[in-house]
């Protein structure tokens, strides 16, 4: 009998995941839509790892200047996917990283300075975000 019901529920199982799968689409680009993330023209929050994606495409960012909203105490995480190499610089809290053409780089650290903050892509003074961070 215990055997009959592990039959029976793996297919289950298998179709509950895969119809949750279908309930989400995605584009060109592998932004996964739908039910398990939101998308905002090319930036990505994924229900998985909650991380905004700022999507640079010619030196510019995808959707306009993303704004990212932070309470003092957060911790602040982006990446940057870029098709142009530059240095990604975080204002006010002084952070700079490189991102190399047709590459990704990620930012993480506590948001412990609060105002408003312009996230650029430094050598070519272009703003990709503005960070926020509200008391």
Do not use: W
């Not at 023209?41 to 510019?60: K, L």
């Not at 960012?61 to 932070?70: A, K």
């Amino acid at each position: 009998m215990k055997n009959l019901i592990r039959m029976l529920a793996l297919p289950a199982i298998a179709l509950v995941a895969i119809g949750g799968l279908a309930a989400c689409g995605s584009d060109d680009e592998g932004t996964v839509t739908g039910t398990a993330a939101t998308t905002t023209a090319e930036r990505t929050i994924t229900a998985e790892a909650s991380v905004p994606t700022i999507v640079v495409r010619s030196a510019g960012p995808v959707g306009g200047v993303e704004e990212l909203d932070y309470t003092s105490g957060d911790t602040v995480r982006f990446r940057v996917r870029s098709d142009v190499a530059d240095h990604v610089h975080v204002h006010g809290y002084d952070l700079m990283k490189d991102v190399a053409a047709g590459g990704t780089v990620a930012f993480a650290f506590p948001a412990d300075i609060e105002g408003v903050f312009e996230v650029e892509l430094e050598e070519r003074a272009v703003q990709i975000a503005e960070l926020q961070v509200n008391p």
